[in-house]
């Protein structure tokens, strides 16, 4: 997971806490907020992992919000280790820095966004069309939701 900046058409800025699954290319999550601390993180963690399940890894940089004593509590107390970047070494992550820059060429750049709800609205729709319905070279010209666990059924809104 990693952080993508953006703004409102106002110049208001905006964080898109985005979040794939390196085997499927699924993307369970795009959470937008104007910021973002390690509680916000949880939080969304919690709710996307109650629905799609745990992962058995965590691949996040060095960001304040991953490093945070509410993601290691959190990461601690599911058994789930967290594989941090080297400080610098974007590459090490290199599955979420491929995935930004689609969404940032596929979605982000294509639209305005008038206020908060409009960015997560227009996020949700791309998502849904980025796990349902695009081929990935990468996993045979298949859509991501072929290869989770739902078995193609449509992707649970987050």
Same mark, same amino acid.
């Given at each position: 997971?990693? @952080?993508?900046?953006?703004?409102l058409?106002?110049?208001k800025?905006?964080r898109?806490l &985005?979040?794939?699954?390196? #085997?499927?290319r699924?993307v369970p999550?795009?959470?937008? !907020?104007f910021?973002? %601390?390690?509680?916000d993180?949880?939080?969304? +963690?919690? %709710?996307?992992? !109650?629905? &799609?399940?745990?992962?058995k $890894?965590i691949?996040?940089?060095?960001?304040?919000? @991953?490093?945070?004593r509410?993601?290691?509590l959190?990461?601690?107390?599911?058994?789930?280790?967290?594989? #941090?970047?080297r400080?610098?070494?974007?590459?090490?992550?290199?599955? $979420?820095?491929? #995935?930004?820059? !689609? #969404? !940032?060429?596929?979605?982000l750049?294509?639209h305005?966004f008038?206020? +908060?709800v409009?960015?997560?609205e227009? +996020?949700?729709?791309?998502? %849904?069309?980025?796990?349902?319905?695009?081929?990935?070279?990468? $996993?045979?010209?298949?859509?991501? $939701?072929?290869? &989770?666990? &739902?078995?193609g059924?449509t992707?649970?809104s987050?």
């Amino acid at each position: 997971m990693d @952080f993508v900046h953006d703004q409102l058409a106002t110049g208001k800025k905006l964080r898109v806490l &985005t979040v794939i699954d390196t #085997f499927s290319r699924y993307v369970p999550v795009l959470d937008v !907020r104007f910021s973002y %601390r390690g509680e916000d993180v949880v939080a969304t +963690l919690d %709710r996307v992992c !109650r629905q &799609t399940g745990y992962p058995k $890894i965590i691949r996040v940089d060095q960001g304040t919000e @991953f490093v945070s004593r509410d993601m290691d509590l959190w990461a601690y107390q599911r058994g789930l280790p967290l594989d #941090f970047s080297r400080p610098g070494k974007p590459t090490d992550n290199a599955f $979420i820095e491929v #995935f930004n820059g !689609r #969404f !940032r060429t596929e979605c982000l750049n294509q639209h305005w966004f008038l206020t +908060l709800v409009d960015a997560a609205e227009k +996020l949700e729709a791309w998502r %849904r069309y980025y796990n349902e319905e695009r081929p990935h070279g990468a $996993i045979g010209n298949k859509a991501p $939701i072929t290869l &989770t666990k &739902t078995g193609g059924v449509t992707s649970p809104s987050p």
